[in-house]
């Protein structure tokens, strides 16, 4: 019966978290620039039910973090960062993952910081939690054998933390590389049609995903395609519109911007000759 306010438009893993555990997830919009949580917009979804907030850090870009935290504090709420594409990122010099009551990230191989496979982990400052969180995620136990509630089998594989611990030294260097990217992709498609990111200037995204908007997204597909450029779409649908949550609310600035997102190639490991490539057949288009 409790309620989670969540973001209308993100991945529908931050909805299914809230649907796990019992409670029900209420989308809030985005804003319509940074695509992120809209603050102005969650004051009135809270009802004597909801508990907690989970502010989404989309695509690598934080969430306006000062304001949700003081709408949560003046109703006495939780806030659970979903990190899960936001490693490094920062929020008025702040790193993500150390703005809320806890935060998860995923170390899916794709992340900014990934592993050979699934994983994840969990940040936080309570060291209550913490204690609570090493225990859920060993079926409940802290001595073997002994159980004291109802845990997960939800351990990091020895081998993915092995990676991890090798690959977190780089990757700083490689977020300072993505931003080198975006900054090209910013300023060689002022000119186009395209609809541009716009970053606010207390944010430091780490581009986990460079999203533009296309008004014709498929003929600008397509013609990205004919030139070798492969492009994505995150998301396609949103959550409210997925036979998952059937019956839920009705969303419409999400469901504008899954009508029109398109993810161009973002990646560190890209070369110069890579970059113009993607840049000259967004010109042509």
Known sequence: GDEVIVPSNTFIATWLAVTHVGAK???VE????????????????????????IPVHLYG??????????????????????????????????????LGNAAGFSFYPAKNLGALGDGGA?????????????????????????????GYNSRLDELQA??????????????????????????HLTETTLILPFVAEWAEPVWHLFVIRSVDRSAFQSHLLKHNVQTQI????????????????????????????????????????????VLQACRNA
């Not at 396609?236 to 993810?263: F, H």
């Open 25 to 27: 997830p209420i989308p």
């Open 30 to 53: 985005p804003d319509i620039q940074t695509y992120n949580l809209d603050s102005k917009l969650i004051e009135q979804a809270i009802t004597h039910k909801t508990k907690a907030i």
């Open 61 to 98: 870009q934080p969430a306006d973090m000062d304001a949700i935290k003081e709408i949560a504090d003046r109703h006495s709420l939780k806030i659970i960062e979903d990190a899960a594409q936001a490693h490094g990122a920062r929020y008025k010099s702040r790193r993500a993952g150390n």
């Open 122 to 150: 969990i940040t936080t400052n309570d060291a209550e939690l913490a204690n609570q969180i090493r225990v859920l995620r060993n079926y409940g136990s802290r001595v073997k054998y002994q159980y004291e509630t109802q």
């Open 162 to 187: 092995a990676l991890l611990r090798v690959k977190l030294k780089e990757l700083d260097t490689w977020n300072e590389r993505r931003r080198e990217i975006a900054k090209q992709y910013m300023t």
């Open 234 to 277: 995150h998301y396609p649908i949103p959550p409210s519109l997925s036979d998952a949550y059937v019956g839920a609310k009705t969303c419409p600035i999400a469901e504008r911007l899954a009508q029109e997102i398109v993810s161009l190639p973002m990646h560190p490991l890209m070369r110069a000759k890579d970059i113009k490539q």
